[in-house]
T-cell receptor
Framework: DTAVSQTPKYLVTQMGNDKSIKCEQN?????MYWYKQDSKKFLKIMFS???????INETVPNRFSPKSPDKAHLNLHINSLELGDSAVYFC???????????????FGPGTRLLVL | GIQVEQSPPDLILQEGANSTLRCNFS?????LQWFHQNPWGQLINLFY???GTKQNGRLSATTVATERYSLLYISSSQTTDSGVYFC???????????????FGKGTHLIIQP
């Protein structure tokens, strides 16, 4: 069984379009995340979200918005796509905080977005 | 925010060699993970190790939290070990919320047959 899954795996689209990437986890975790990996392979947190709190990295443009229909899903909506949005987007999940320690984060397979 | 530095940035070894990858971080952490990103782009969890020592087959890791560094050891390297190894941390001051991980820039490892 896949623990953290993402769809689609590949997404090619035109500048200016609006697109969504879906993420689902079957681990029963409370917290989910979105990360962006750029062309130089640098990984950076975009959002972390549980049922109480959304933490947004201040460098993320407001064209990006996470939407969580339930605890097992965190989708990423991107409006008015730009060339610079081309990257690999990873979803992750964890149990959050346990005994003062942040628990292990498990990553999905990634969605490769290409904006033309 | 917390800084994460990994060394070396690149490493080329022959099959069968041993290697040590280092991760330095600038503040106390309550999460430290090592990942292997394979040539297909998958991020594979290797260790969750905010402190102490763990071993898994040919891989082992040690984190000395008081000195703010972690080491990943790979013994008897195989070509399938090739890829990028990332260290990622969450700072202790992140409080009650589950903050995202801050990643280092990675060590690109190539194992030649």
């Amino acid at each position: 069984d896949t623990a953290v899954s993402q769809t689609p795996k590949y997404l090619v689209t035109q500048m200016g379009n609006d697109k969504s990437i879906k993420c689902e986890q079957n681990l029963g975790h409370d917290t989910m995340y979105w990360y962006k990996q750029d062309s130089k392979k640098f990984l950076k947190i975009m959002f972390s979200y549980n049922n109480k709190e959304l933490i947004i990295n201040e460098t993320v443009p407001n064209r990006f918005s996470p939407k969580s229909p339930d605890k097992a899903h965190l989708n990423l909506h991107i409006n008015s796509l730009e060339l610079g949005d081309s990257a690999v987007y990873f979803c992750a999940s964890s149990q959050g905080i346990l005994a003062g320690k942040q628990e292990t984060q498990y990553f999905g397979p990634g969605t490769r977005l290409l904006v033309l | 925010g917390i800084q994460v530095e990994q060394s070396p940035p690149d490493l080329i070894l022959q099959e069968g060699a041993n290697s040590t990858l280092r991760c330095n971080f600038s503040d106390s952490v309550n999460n430290l993970q090592w990942f292997h990103q394979n040539p297909w782009g998958q991020l594979i969890n290797l260790f969750y190790i905010p402190s102490g020592t763990k071993q898994n087959g040919r891989l082992s890791a040690t984190t000395v939290a008081t000195e703010r560094y972690s080491l990943l050891y790979i013994s008897s390297s195989q070509t399938t070990d090739s890829g990028v190894y990332f260290c990622a941390v969450a700072p202790s001051y992140s409080g009650g919320g589950a903050d995202g991980l801050t990643f280092g820039k990675g060590t690109h490892l190539i194992i030649q047959p």
